[in-house]
């Protein structure tokens, strides 16, 4: 098994954009992978952190991705994991749990005072890993208003 190491996406690379057109249909099959401008957004935006997987014994390939988003309320900061994605190939590493402990240690420093994300209950082995990590699932609804 390679290392893993988490970083910060700066700046939209063709590495970066190739990369979310693989991982991207991994996540989601209603939604197309972003173009490098909206990933130029995602990585510009001061309300959000994109964070890559990488191993760094295979040049840098990137194996996952987070978003990492935060907003202050009146109650506090609160924090947003989304869009986590692992590429098949590398299911099994650990590439999931390590970009889930680096958002939440990001999300300690933003001084935020929760972490919240959803998963859908067919994603068993990422909602197994949620709650080993310290997740816990709520008692809430969550709802949703479709603006397309």
């Known amino acids: 098994m390679s290392s893993v190491e988490i970083v910060e996406a700066t700046e939209v690379t063709p590495e970066l954009v190739a990369a979310f057109e693989r991982l991207i249909p991994q996540l989601s099959k209603s939604n197309p992978p972003p173009t490098a401008e909206e ?30 988003a ?3 309320i009146p109650t506090g900061v609160r924090a947003w994991i ?8 590398a299911r099994g590493r650990g590439v999931g749990e390590a970009l889930n402990l680096h958002a939440i240690e990001r999300a300690r420093a933003l001084d935020a005072k929760t972490v919240d994300l959803t998963s859908r ?8 890993l949620y709650q080993r990590i310290g997740f816990q699932p709520r008692e809430t609804n969550v709802y949703r208003f479709d603006i397309t």
């Open 121 to 128: 209950p067919s994603r068993e082995a990422a909602n197994r």
């Open 39 to 68: 990933l130029g957004a995602i990585v510009d935006s001061p309300a959000s952190i994109l964070l890559i997987a990488v191993d760094p014994d295979a040049d840098g390939a990137i194996l996952g991705s987070l978003t990492l």
């Open 82 to 89: 989304e869009d986590v994605v692992v590429d098949a190939d």
């Open 70 to 72: 935060w907003f202050r």
